[in-house]
């Protein structure tokens, strides 16, 4: 089963020191040694360009989402319907910030349950699993 990374997994792995730089690095090398399968959604792709442009790295942004790029077994895109079911979340009172409730609508139409996030409110999305980045099993498939 695919895992679907969130934006901060990939950032706190390249930041600096942070408690959780540690474990979201960890689930990046199980990713890549093929241990862990994981997709993103192309918002995730925009939003590491975002906050590191912001930041005055775009370049550094930019080499970030090319190595995302050549990680993730997909990159999923967002549709339209995607937008639609972003836009249900959102008027149902989950809680979720737009971009997360988005990210939880690419997940639903596309049959993913399990996210790996840093962020605490994707648990309060009934039948999603919210993974913290240093509760992956990252010695066995996923």
Known sequence: MAL????NVFLYAAGGPHPLKEPCG???KAVADGTVEAVVDAEVLQELLYVLERRGMLRQGAALVSSVVELVTRVLP?????IELTCKLLLKGTGLPVRDALHVAVMMNNGLDSVV???RHFAMVKGLRCLRPEDVRTGSRE
């Open 4 to 7: 679907f990374l969130d934006t």
């Open 78 to 82: 967002v549709s339209a319907h995607d």
């Open 26 to 28: 960890r689930v990046l």
């Open 117 to 119: 996030t840093a962020d």
